[in-house]
């Protein structure tokens, strides 16, 4: 039996958070160090002997083994998490609190406890990002920054300083509590979402890489959908949006290897299931009075899955939830997505002048899509040398290969058109 | 045929669980071939790197390790090959040379010589 892609990735973060729940959170580089031990032990048996039948639970068994030698050996020199109190002390008690620990409710909980960590309040957005990554889905730091197209230093720096942070705060963050967890809730929304979107927009040049950031961006949010007072409407929402965009995946890059616009995408190759699977999400978000900007974006994702091509797609209803959006979370990226969808509804000229409107647009100086959107613009008007200048400007932009082959490609587009302009 | 064990020395298996299950699929991969190209005589064991050592007349008792890391064994095979040469060629395709690693080949003694 071969194991499955990314198994000891994925293992690693629900390791790691039993044992952190055990150790406590000072202790994170000693849970690290037990779940390092427990790998290289399943590196040496299972070549031998092969991938036994469950190998998740292997995993677990040995590294709940080493947990109990280490309580064992350490229990006077270290503390270990408070919340365990006297339970480590004696033999009659150590072993059944330990095997309590790695029952499949408490290890559900412990990547719970240790997601709301992961997102300290004292920490940047990026960092709370990058922390999750590495501790609960068990990205090293080299692909940590291979993820998100930055230094190995930068990303080493970014990670160490956010686990003092975090080991400073004495215990894990403690899910069951109701008000405490509603209060960081939206904290950990954001970060799920910034890690779904680095996997479906980001600069990373392996798609495969950035698929499977989406995957554990998914993976974490349906812990959160698992825990009812975690479950709000707006945990929905982010779930029904992550669906909606996963579903078009397959799509987004065509057989050979180049960037789909949704435009251009064939939509049989949509995964209808996911669809499926986002709409129930978004028929449960629709509880409660509050607005937030998943539920807006899951519902403009929500209009494309529902229509067959561009044609019959409902520009005026996605025109006016980015209005929506623009008056709960404004950005230049959300005004930019509104004009291109006002330009698919009233002509190219109107998009070119939506796009001047738009406020802070500096910020969108470096986004090759920006200079894209306006070269498509003028392009579709007829004036193919003015949109070769905007091609050419978002290509000394781009972030990877296939963006590269993309902006190329509507340059080459530029040549072969009508010489007008 | 004669038959020649591969002891593998060392080896740093990589930090990052990406690092070690891939290292792990090379491993079955390079085993599989070996089998079905019909070089294995036993697969072998892994051996702890933990261990005693009892030594000489007096019979002390130490604890191990015995080596340098990069010098312990970390486990064996028996081979099949058709001389030296080709089961040194065979282990030229152990994971563990990517890894600092190293492969020990040793000949079996043959009773009948």
Same mark, same amino acid.
């Given at each position: 039996?071969?194991?499955?892609?990314?198994?000891?990735?994925?293992?690693?973060?629900?390791?790691?958070?039993?044992?952190?729940?055990?150790?406590?959170?000072?202790?994170?580089?000693?849970?690290?160090?037990?779940?390092?031990?427990?790998?290289?032990?399943?590196?040496?048996?299972?070549?031998?002997?092969?991938?036994?039948?469950?190998?998740?639970?292997?995993?677990?068994?040995?590294?709940?083994?080493?947990?109990?030698?280490?309580?064992?050996?350490?229990?006077?020199?270290?503390?270990?998490?408070?919340?365990?109190?006297?339970?480590?002390?004696?033999?009659?008690?150590?072993?059944?609190?330990?095997?309590?620990?790695?029952?499949?409710?408490?290890?559900?909980?412990?990547?719970?406890?240790?997601?709301?960590?992961?997102?300290h309040p004292r920490l940047p957005e990026e960092a709370q990002v990058a922390l999750?990554?590495?501790?609960?889905?068990?990205?090293?730091?080299?692909?940590?920054?291979?993820?998100?197209?930055?230094?190995?230093?930068?990303?080493?720096?970014r990670?160490?300083r956010a686990?003092?942070v975090?080991?400073?705060?004495?215990?894990?963050?403690?899910?069951?509590?109701?008000?405490?967890?509603?209060?960081?809730?939206?904290?950990?929304?954001?970060a799920?979402?910034?890690?779904?979107?680095?996997?479906?927009?980001?600069?990373?040049?392996?798609?495969?890489?950035?698929?499977?950031?989406?995957?554990?961006?998914?993976?974490?949010?349906?812990?959160?959908?698992?825990?009812?007072?975690?479950?709000?409407?707006?945990?929905?929402?982010?779930?029904?949006?992550?669906?909606?965009?996963?579903?078009?995946?397959?799509?987004?890059?065509?057989?050979?290897?180049?960037?789909?616009?949704?435009?251009?995408?064939?939509?049989?190759?949509?995964?209808?299931?996911?669809?499926?699977?986002?709409?129930?999400?978004?028929?449960?978000?629709?509880?409660?009075?509050?607005?937030?900007?998943?539920?807006?974006?899951?519902?403009?994702?929500?209009?494309?899955?529902?229509?067959?091509?561009?044609?019959?797609?409902?520009?005026?209803?996605?025109?006016?939830?980015?209005?929506?959006?623009?008056?709960?979370?404004?950005?230049?990226?959300?005004?930019?997505?509104?004009?291109?969808?006002?330009?698919?509804?009233?002509?190219?000229?109107?998009?070119?002048?939506?796009?001047?409107?738009?406020?802070?647009?500096?910020?969108?100086?470096?986004?090759?899509?920006?200079?894209?959107?306006?070269?498509?613009?003028?392009?579709?008007?007829?004036?193919?040398?003015?949109?070769?200048?905007?091609?050419?400007?978002?290509?000394?932009?781009?972030?990877?290969?296939?963006?590269?082959?993309?902006?190329?490609?509507?340059?080459?587009?530029?040549?072969?058109?009508?010489?007008?302009? | 045929?004669?038959?020649?064990?591969?002891?593998?020395?060392?080896?740093?298996?990589?930090?990052?669980?990406?690092?070690?299950?891939?290292?792990?699929?090379?491993?079955?991969?390079?085993?599989?071939?070996?089998?079905?190209?019909?070089?294995?005589?036993?697969?072998?064991?892994? *051996?702890?790197?933990?261990?005693? #050592?009892? +030594? /000489?007349?007096?019979?002390?008792?130490? $604890? &191990?390790?015995?080596?340098?890391?990069?010098?312990?064994?970390?486990?064996?095979?028996?081979?099949?090959?058709?001389? *030296?040469?080709?089961?040194?060629? #065979?282990? +030229? /395709?152990?994971?563990?040379?990517?890894? $600092? &690693?190293?492969?020990?080949?040793?000949?079996?003694?043959?009773?009948?010589?």
């Amino acid at each position: 039996m071969e194991p499955t892609d990314h198994l000891f990735r994925r293992e690693s973060g629900r390791m790691v958070a039993t044992l952190t729940r055990i150790f406590g959170i000072h202790n994170l580089a000693l849970a690290e160090d037990v779940v390092q031990d427990a790998f290289c032990r399943a590196l040496e048996v299972w070549k031998f002997h092969g991938v036994p039948e469950n190998p998740s639970a292997w995993l677990m068994a040995t590294a709940k083994n080493r947990a109990l030698d280490v309580l064992r050996r350490e229990r006077t020199a270290r503390t270990f998490a408070p919340e365990l109190g006297r339970m480590l002390d004696s033999e009659w008690t150590l072993a059944p609190a330990v095997e309590e620990l790695f029952g499949a409710p408490a290890i559900h909980d412990g990547q719970l406890r240790m997601m709301f960590s992961c997102c300290h309040p004292r920490l940047p957005e990026e960092a709370q990002v990058a922390l999750m990554l590495h501790i609960l889905c068990g990205f090293s730091v080299d692909e940590v920054a291979g993820a998100f197209v930055s230094s190995h230093a930068a990303i080493e720096k970014r990670i160490s300083r956010a686990k003092k942070v975090m080991a400073g705060s004495k215990r894990l963050f403690d899910v069951s509590g109701q008000g405490d967890l509603s209060v960081r809730l939206p904290a950990v929304q954001r970060a799920l979402y910034l890690l779904f979107n680095e996997g479906y927009h980001g600069a990373s040049p392996e798609s495969a890489v950035r698929a499977e950031l989406c995957r554990e961006a998914m993976r974490l949010t349906a812990l959160l959908l698992d825990h009812s007072p975690a479950a709000t409407p707006a945990t929905r929402a982010l779930s029904a949006l992550m669906c909606f965009h996963a579903a078009r995946l397959p799509a987004r890059v065509d057989a050979a290897g180049d960037l789909r616009p949704l435009f251009e995408q064939d939509r049989s190759r949509w995964d209808v299931r996911v669809i499926a699977e986002g709409q129930r999400q978004l028929d449960l978000s629709a509880t409660g009075p509050e607005l937030t900007e998943y539920h807006v974006e899951a519902a403009i994702a929500w209009v494309h899955t529902a229509a067959h091509g561009v044609e019959d797609t409902n520009w005026g209803m996605i025109v006016s939830l980015y209005d929506q959006l623009m008056a709960i979370h404004p950005s230049p990226v959300v005004a930019l997505n509104r004009a291109i969808a006002t330009a698919q509804r009233e002509g190219p000229q109107r998009g070119l002048e939506e796009i001047r409107k738009i406020a802070h647009s500096d910020r969108l100086a470096s986004y090759p899509f920006y200079h894209a959107a306006l070269g498509e613009f003028e392009f579709r008007s007829g004036r193919h040398e003015v949109a070769r200048q905007h091609f050419l400007t978002a290509l000394t932009f781009v972030r990877n290969p296939m963006e590269r082959r993309f902006i190329e490609q509507r340059i080459g587009a530029c040549k072969v058109g009508s010489p007008v302009g | 045929m004669s038959e020649f064990v591969f002891l593998y020395r060392g080896g740093e298996s990589g930090r990052s669980p990406e690092r070690i299950q891939q290292s792990m699929q090379k491993w079955m991969a390079w085993f599989k071939e070996l089998g079905q190209n019909g070089h294995v005589k036993d697969q072998g064991q892994p *051996l702890e790197r933990t261990g005693k #050592l009892v +030594k /000489g007349k007096q019979k002390t008792v130490t $604890d &191990g390790p015995f080596a340098e890391a990069k010098d312990i064994v970390g486990g064996y095979t028996l081979i099949e090959a058709r001389d *030296l040469a080709q089961a040194v060629e #065979l282990s +030229k /395709g152990c994971p563990i040379l990517d890894v $600092d &690693g190293a492969v020990e080949v040793r000949p079996v003694m043959k009773l009948n010589m």
